[in-house]
């Protein structure tokens, strides 16, 4: 019998993941390092006296993370414009590209993230 496996996300790095269904509790990070991270982060929120909900980051990362949402949100505004009334397969595969476009530097930031750790 195959192994169940659920799609979850990383606590860390909010990448998918799949894990096997199994006894005891699933794992919540996509890699060991990302468990790291969350764990020193956690260190340092309570030495701050921070709650577990609240995370320090730099405000490079915090500008960086912010101009790849700006730049992903005008692409959904002009994809948005672009769908309305009956467009053609071109025009929505024109505007799919424009959104995956807009949309990898933000997944691809998260993927660097956790590698530079490894
Ligand atoms: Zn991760």
């Known amino acids: 019998m195959a192994a169940e496996t659920v799609e979850r996300r990383c606590r860390w790095c909010a990448r998918r993941f799949t894990v096997t269904v199994g006894p005891g509790r699933p794992r919540e990070f996509c890699r060991r390092s990302c468990r790291q991270r969350d764990y020193e982060a956690r260190q340092r929120a309570?030495?701050?006296?921070?709650?577990?909900h609240e995370?320090?980051?730099t405000r490079q990362a915090m500008d960086d993370l912010r101009d790849r949402l700006y730049v992903l949100e005008c692409a959904v505004e002009d994809v948005e414009r672009d769908l309305v009334g009956a467009p053609t397969r071109a025009e929505y595969r024109e505007?799919?590209?424009?959104?995956?476009?807009?949309?990898?530097?933000?997944?691809?930031?998260?993927?660097?993230?956790?590698?530079a750790a490894d």
Do not use: F, M, N, Q
């Open 95 to 115: 505007a799919l590209d424009w959104l995956l476009d807009a949309a990898r530097p933000v997944v691809e930031s998260l993927g660097r993230e956790g590698r």
């Open 55 to 57: 995370l320090v980051l």
């Open 46 to 52: 309570s030495e701050v006296g921070l709650s577990e």
